[in-house]
C-alpha cells in the first residue's frame, strides 16, 4: 500500500498564498578549512511567512544555527554566504539582507529583524544594570526613550516579570531564565517584525522552557511578530508553531504544517527522529534511535544526503539530490521514496496514557540494598568576606532531610530542575559529596567512617563499587590521553593481575561490545577524534571497568543529540545486565528519566528545593502523577501526539509562579508551598513527610493524608499562572 | 523487558567479575608483544613529540639555539682553547683580513694541506681559524672567551629556571589541589614573597653575601620570579580539579599523585615550559645586567663581564672601531633569549593532543569531528 498524492495534500484554508516576509534563494554558506571547504548550508531555498511560527528542527551540526545567522546576514568570519534573503517591510520596498551594509545591517537587526542567542547569560555586560542595556540599545537607534522604555515595561510584565525589579538589576542577580526572558524583551524593544530564536531555552529548565514558549505564543498574537524558533528538540515547538521545517546535513528536507508533519512526515529523515526522540507519551517499543551519523560538512554525501542512513535509499538517492516534492503549496518533502516512507518506517504518537499496566514491581523488591541514605542534609555555607562584614549569612540547603534506598540491579531517576539539588544528592549517594548530617552507608556500612578507617569495609572496595558518569562527554576524558590510556587507568588500579595484553584484551571487547569498531583505531584516538556519542560510551565503559554496584549517571544523555539518546540509554541498559549495576540517573528531563526506568521497571524520585517530594514505580510517576509539583513538570513535558499537545496548550500550568524561590531564603512549611495551586495555610507552617499513597508511590504532600487538618485549613489565596490570557493584570 | 538479575551471574561480587573479565578476554585474544609496547610507548612519548616539534620552523630553531647553548656549555670549553690575555693582537678585528683570508695565507682563515685545526683532542686538516671574532683590549680572543663563559652562564640558568619554577610548581600546584589549610598557608608565604622588591633586594642580598657559585647566582636571580607563577598555577589547578575527568579519576580511587601526574600536569606543561624559559632568560638578563654593572662578583665567566670590558676599557660605544667587542656577547644574549622563547612556543605544540594526533603513527584515522 503506497501513498496517494491527494491523502498527503490536506485542503488548506484560504490563505493559501501566504503574505512571505523573508524570502530565501540559494543560499549557501562555505568556509575554507584546512581539510576542505565546508559547506555548512547548501543551497538552500525557503520562503518565512508574515506573523508565523515557524518551527526549524534539527540535530546539532545539522546547519540550523547557520541558517539563523544568515537571516541576519551576521555568519562570523572567515564563513561567505552567497544567494540572496529577500525581506519584505509591511510597507515599502523588499531589500536583500545580504546585500546591506554594514551600517544599514546594523540598524536592520534590532529594527527589522532581531535575534535571541542561547547563551543569555553572556549577552548582557555583567557590569550595567538592565535599564542601562535598554536605555543603550534605544540610544544607538536614536529612538524616543521615554516611550521604548515604557514599551520594555510592558514587555516585560508580558513575560511575567517585574519590570521595576528587574530594571533595578544587574545581570548576575536575575536566574537564568529570567535573564533570557529579559534578553527577549530587550531583542523586541524597537518592535522588530521577525524574532529568530536560536534555542533560546535549551539552557532552561523544562517547566520555564514550556512556560517561555507559551509566552511566545501569547507576544507574536500581540505584537504581530513573525517568529522563527530553531531548536533541537520536536516535541519544544511540535505544538506550538504553525509550521515545522526539518533540516538534516545542512537543507531543509521537508517542511509543512506542524500538524502535518508530526502526524504523517512524509521524508524517511523526519520519520526516523520522530521515532527516535524520547517524549513522554510514545510507548517504549517504538522507540529506535537512527543508524548512522550526520555527515560532515566538508565532504557530505553525494546524492541525497541522507542516503548513508536511509532504509529506502536506492541506486538513485546515491547519483541525483532530490527536488522537493511539493503535495501542496505549503508542504514539501525532498525525497524521491516519500510514496513508501509510510510503510517502511512506522511510528505511532502518543498512547492512551490511561492504559497504563498497573506497576507490578512489586516495591518491596527482594534485591539487596546497595547504597542507603537515611535523613541526609548537604549544606553549603556561601558567607563571602562582604556578607560577613554586613553579618548576613546564607546558607543553601542543597539537599534536606533525604531518606532513599538503592538497590541492586535498579535503575532510579531523580528528577527536578536545575538548583534543586539532584546532583548534590547524587554525588551524597556515591561518596563524593560529605553530607552535613545524617548517614549514607553502603551494603550496611556507614561510608564516612569507613573513610576514616573505622569500619568493617576497606574505603577502596567502597569507591571502587561507586561510580559516575558526567554529563559533558567532553570535559569527562583527558584530552592529552588517548582511549586507551584512559581505559588502562581503571585496570591498571583495580586489576594488577591482568597482564598488558589481558588489559589490551579486555578493552578492546568491551569498545567492540559498544559498537565501537575497529577497536585498535578508536583505542589509539585521542578524544578531540570522538564524537559526543562516542565519547560518551567510553566514559561509560570506563566507569563499567571498574565494575561497580552502582553508576551514577548525571545527566549522562543530555548533552547528546536527541537521536541518539535512545541509543546511549539502551546501551545502558544493555550493559546494566552485562556487569550487574545500577544506575542512578540524574536527568532534568522527564521524557529520558521516562525511557530509562520504565524500560527496566526501576523507579523516579522527584526533588524540589533539596526536598525529595515523590519517588516511586516510573508508570505510577509519569502516568499518576500525585504531588502537585510532579504534576508542573508532567505538565512541562510536552506529549508529541499533535492533539494532545494542544490540548496540554490550552490548559495552564498548574502553579502560582513561574520563578523558583531563592534557594538560601527557601520558603517556611512545604517547600512548594509559595508555587502551590493547591496549598493552604497549614502548608505555610508545617513540613509534609513522605508518607504511603495508595499506589506504591511516595508522597511528600498533606493531600495524600485524608484526616489531614489541611483539609479544615484556609486555602491561600489562589491565582495559577495564565499563560494564554491576551492581557495580563499587574 | 526487566534487567533485573537474568544475566545468569552469580552474585558473590568477585566470582561475577572473573567470570565478566574471562568472558571478556576469551574472544578475540589480543596478544602484544613486548616489542609491540615498547613501539607503542616510543611513539607516544618521543617520536610523535619530536616529529611535531620538528615539524614547525620556529620549534625548530629554537631547538636548534637551545642545543647550541648546552653544547657550548658542556663540550664546548674541552674543544676550545681557554682564552688568556695577550694571546691576540691587542682590540683585533673580528674576521681580519676579511673575505681575501680565505686564499691568502695570514687573516681569520688559512685553508691549506699546512694547516691544520686542532679543537681538544680533535684536528681538523687542512684548514686553520684564528680569533674569527676578534679579540678584546687585551689581546683576550672573544670566540674563545665567549664559549669559556658558557658553561657557568648555563649552570645558572639551569639552576635558576629549575628552582624557580620548581618552586612555583610545588606551591601552587600543591595549594591547588590539596585546598583548605594547606592552601592558605601556602599561600600565605607566596603572598609574602611577592611583596618583597626584586631587584633592590637582590643587589642588597648579593653586596651583602656576595655568592660564587655560578648555580647559586642563578637561584638568586631568578628567586623572585616564583610567586607570581605559582599563583597562577594554583588558580589553573582550582579550575582543572572541578573538570569532570578529574573527578571521575577521584572516583576511580586514583592515588592523588597519579591524578597530579596524568591529568593535572599535562594541562599545565605548556605554561610552565614558558615560564622556564621565561625564568632562563631572567637569569641570562639578570646576571648580564648585574656583572655589567659590576654588582656581582667577578669570580665566574660571564658575557657582562665581556661587555663590562668591553664598555669600560676599550670605550666600545664611543670609539666605534671597537664596537664589536661589545656586539659579540649582546649577540649571544639576544639569540639565547630568542631561542628560548621560540623552543617554548614550540612545545606549546606537543602538548597540544590535537596536533600530536596528527603525529602519532599509531593513529588510524584523523578526522576531526565537528560537533
Ligand atoms: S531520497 Fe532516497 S536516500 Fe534520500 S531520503 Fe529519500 S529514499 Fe532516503
Ligand atoms: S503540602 Fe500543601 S503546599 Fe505542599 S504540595 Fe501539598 S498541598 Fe501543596
Redesign the interface.
Known amino acids: 500500500m503506497t501513498r496517494t498524492e491527494t491523502e498527503l495534500e490536506i485542503t488548506h484554508d484560504d490563505r493559501s498564498s501566504h503574505d512571505v516576509i523573508l524570502e530565501v534563494r540559494d543560499v549557501d554558506v562555505t568556509f575554507d578549512m584546512e581539510r576542505g571547504t565546508s559547506r555548512v548550508l547548501d543551497g538552500v531555498r525557503f520562503d518565512v511567512h508574515r506573523d508565523e511560527m515557524l518551527g526549524i528542527v534539527g540535530e546539532s551540526g545539522s546547519g540550523k544555527s547557520m541558517f539563523a545567522s544568515a537571516l541576519l546576514n551576521a555568519v562570523v568570519d572567515p564563513g561567505q554566504t552567497s544567494g540572496e534573503i529577500i525581506y519584505h517591510p509591511p510597507d515599502g520596498e523588499p531589500v536583500d539582507v545580504l546585500s546591506l551594509s554594514e551600517s544599514q545591517l546594523e540598524r536592520f537587526r534590532w529594527e527589522e529583524i532581531s535575534m535571541v542567542f542561547q547563551g543569555a547569560m553572556s549577552s548582557f555586560n555583567p557590569t550595567m544594570k538592565i535599564r542601562e542595556h535598554f536605555e543603550e540599545t534605544i540610544r544607538a537607534h536614536g529612538e524616543d526613550i521615554e516611550e521604548r522604555m515604557e514599551h520594555g515595561w510592558q514587555l516585560l510584565a508580558d513575560l511575567y516579570l517585574d519590570p521595576e525589579r528587574v530594571f533595578d538589576s544587574y545581570p548576575h542577580e536575575l536566574s537564568g531564565g529570567m535573564k533570557q526572558r529579559t534578553l527577549i524583551a530587550l531583542s523586541l524593544i524597537l518592535e522588530p517584525k521577525v524574532l529568530v530564536m536560536d534555542e533560546p531555552t535549551a539552557a532552561l529548565d523544562l517547566l520555564m522552557q514550556r512556560s517561555i514558549m507559551s509566552l511566545l505564543g501569547n507576544l507574536q498574537e500581540e505584537y504581530d511578530l513573525t517568529i522563527v524558533f530553531i531548536t533541537h528538540d520536536l516535541p519544544l515547538v511540535a505544538g506550538l508553531a504553525d509550521r515545522l521545517a526539518v533540516m538534516y546535513a545542512f537543507e531543509f528536507v521537508e517542511y509543512g504544517p506542524s500538524e502535518q508533519v508530526i502526524r504523517d512526515a512524509a521524508h524517511p529523515y523526519t520519520r526516523a527522529l520522530l521515532k527516535s526522540v524520547p517524549s513522554v507519551d510514545a510507548s517504549l517499543e517504538d522507540m529506535h534511535p537512527i543508524e548512522g551519523e550526520s555527515p560532515d560538512p566538508v565532504d557530505a554525501p553525494s546524492g541525497c544526503s541522507y542516503h548513508p542512513r536511509c532504509p529506502l535509499a536506492t541506486v538513485e538517492c546515491t547519483q541525483a539530490d532530490p527536488d522537493y516534492h511539493e503535495f501542496s503549496e505549503e508542504r514539501g518533502a525532498a525525497c524521491f521514496h516519500w510514496e513508501q516512507s509510510g510503510d517502511e518506517i512506522e511510528y505511532a504518537l502518543g498512547v492512551d496514557p490511561d492504559e497504563f499496566p498497573e506497576s507490578t514491581a512489586a516495591f518491596e523488591s527482594e534485591e539487596e540494598t546497595v547504597v542507603s541514605l537515611d535523613d541526609v542534609d548537604v549544606h553549603f555555607e556561601q558567607t563571602g568576606l562582604i556578607d560577613e562584614l554586613f553579618g548576613k549569612e546564607s546558607v543553601v540547603r542543597a539537599v534536606n532531610d533525604v531518606s532513599i534506598e538503592l538497590r541492586e540491579n535498579e535503575v532510579v531517576a531523580l528528577v527536578g530542575e536545575s538548583g534543586c539539588g539532584k546532583t548534590t544528592l547524587g554525588k551524597t549517594v556515591i561518596g563524593l559529596q560529605e553530607p552535613t548530617a545524617g548517614s549514607v552507608s553502603y551494603r550496611g556500612q556507614d561510608v564516612w567512617e569507613a573513610k576514616a578507617g573505622s569500619g568493617d569495609y576497606e574505603f577502596d572496595d567502597i569507591r571502587r563499587a561507586l561510580q559516575i558518569v558526567h554529563q559533558d562527554p567532553g570535559s569527562s576524558l583527558n584530552s592529552s590521553r588517548t582511549v586507551r590510556a584512559s581505559l588502562s587507568a581503571p585496570l591498571k588500579r583495580w586489576r594488577p593481575d591482568l597482564g598488558p595484553s589481558d588489559r589490551e584484551t579486555v578493552i578492546y571487547n568491551l569498545l567492540k561490545r559498544v559498537g565501537m569498531k575497529p577497536p585498535e583505531d578508536y583505542a589509539a584516538r585521542f578524544p578531540h577524534q570522538l564524537s559526543g556519542g562516542e565519547k560518551q560510551r567510553v566514559v561509560l565503559v570506563r566507569a563499567l571497568l571498574m565494575s561497580p554496584d552502582l553508576i551514577l549517571a548525571d545527566e549522562a544523555v543530555s548533552a547528546l543529540d536527541v537521536s541518539l539518546r535512545v541509543e546511549m540509554m539502551d546501551l545502558m541498559l544493555d550493559l546494566q545486565e552485562m556487569f550487574d549495576t545500577s544506575y542512578l540517573f540524574i536527568s532534568h528531563d522527564f521524557s529520558n528519566a521516562r525511557y530509562l526506568t520504565e524500560k527496566s521497571d526501576g523507579r523516579i524520585g522527584i526533588m524540589y528545593l533539596g526536598n525529595l517530594v515523590e519517588i516511586g514505580p516510573a508508570q505510577e510517576i509519569i502516568h499518576d502523577p500525585k504531588h502537585p509539583y510532579t504534576k508542573v513538570l508532567r505538565w512541562a513535558t510536552p506529549p508529541l501526539d499533535p492533539d494532545e499537545a494542544k490540548e496540554a496548550n490550552a490548559t495552564d500550568p498548574p502553579i502560582r509562579e513561574i520563578d523558583i524561590p531563592d534557594p538560601t531564603d527557601p520558603p517556611s512549611g512545604c517547600p512548594f508551598q509559595t508555587r502551590c495551586p493547591d496549598a493552604r495555610e497549614v502548608c505555610t507552617r508545617e513540613v509534609p513527610e513522605l508518607q504511603d499513597t495508595e499506589g506504591a508511590a511516595r508522597v511528600a504532600c498533606f493531600r495524600e493524608d485524608d484526616d489531614h487538618e489541611y483539609w479544615a485549613s484556609e486555602p491561600v489565596e489562589s491565582d495559577t499562572v495564565s499563560l494564554k490570557t491576551e492581557s495580563k493584570a499587574d | ?7 545468569g ?1 552469580e ?1 558473590d ?1 568477585q566470582l ?2 572473573e567470570q ?2 574471562g568472558h ?2 576469551e ?6 608483544s613486548r616489542r609491540e ?1 615498547f613501539e607503542r610507548i616510543l611513539d ?1 612519548y618521543f617520536l610523535a613529540p619530536g616529529r611535531v616539534a620538528w615539524d614547525d620552523w620556529r620549534t625548530r630553531i629554537g631547538i636548534l639555539v637551545v642545543t647550541l647553548f648546552v653544547f657550548f656549555g658542556t663540550i664546548g670549553p674541552r674543544l676550545v682553547t681557554p682564552p688568556a690575555t695577550n694571546q691576540a693582537p691587542n682590540n683585533l678585528q673580528p674576521f681580519d683580513g676579511g673575505v681575501a683570508a680565505l686564499w691568502e695565507e695570514g687573516g681569520w682563515i688559512d685553508i691549506g694541506v699546512d694547516h691544520q685545526l686542532s679543537m681538544g683532542p680533535i684536528s681538523v686538516p687542512g684548514i686553520d681559524i684564528r680569533y674569527p671574532l676578534g679579540a678584546d683590549n687585551y689581546g683576550t680572543p672573544i670566540g674563545r672567551n665567549l664559549i669559556h663563559a658558557t658553561p657557568d652562564m648555563l649552570e645558572m640558568v639551569v639552576a635558576g629556571a629549575i628552582v624557580s619554577v620548581g618552586l612555583a610548581a610545588i606551591f601552587g600546584i600543591t595549594a591547588g589541589y590539596k585546598g583548605g589549610k594547606t592552601d592558605e598557608f601556602l599561600m600565605y608565604i607566596t603572598d609574602i614573597v611577592m611583596t618583597m622588591p626584586g631587584l633592590p633586594l637582590l643587589i642588597v642580598i648579593v653586596a651583602i653575601w656576595s655568592p660564587r657559585q655560578a648555580w647559586l647566582i642563578g637561584v638568586v636571580l631568578a628567586i623572585d620570579a616564583w610567586p607570581g607563577l605559582a599563583r597562577a598555577l594554583r588558580s589553573q589547578v582550582l579550575t582543572l580539579r572541578e ?3 578529574v ?8 592515588p592523588s599523585r ?1 591524578i597530579l601526574a ?2 593535572i600536569s ?2 599545565l606543561m605548556p605554561y610552565i615550559l614558558i615560564n622556564f624559559a621565561n625564568a632562563g632568560r631572567q637569569v641570562v638578563f639578570g646576571s648580564v645586567a648585574l656583572y655589567f654593572l659590576g654588582v656581582l662578583p667577578l669570580t665566574t665567566a660571564n658575557w657582562g663581564i665581556m661587555m663590562d670590558t668591553a664598555y669600560s676599557e676599550a670605550h666600545a660605544l664611543v670609539n666605534l672601531s671597537n664596537f664589536y667587542q661589545i656586539f659579540w656577547p649582546m649577540a649571544a644574549v639576544v639569540v639565547l633569549s630568542f631561542g628560548l622563547i621560540l623552543f617554548a612556543q614550540g612545545m606549546d605544540r606537543v ?1 597540544n ?2 596536533i ?2 596528527r603525529h ?1 603513527k ?10
Do not use: C, W
Open positions: 523487558m526487566s534487567h533485573t538479575n537474568e544475566s551471574f552474585t561480587e561475577t567479575d565478566l573479565f571478556l578476554a574472544d578475540d585474544i589480543v596478544s602484544l609496547r607516544a573538570e569532570s575527568y573527578e571521575a579519576s577521584r572516583t576511580m580511587g586514583l597519579t596524568r591529568d599535562p594541562q602538548f593532543p590535537r600530536r594526533a602519532a599509531k593513529v588510524g584515522s584523523d578526522e576531526e569531528q565537528i560537533n
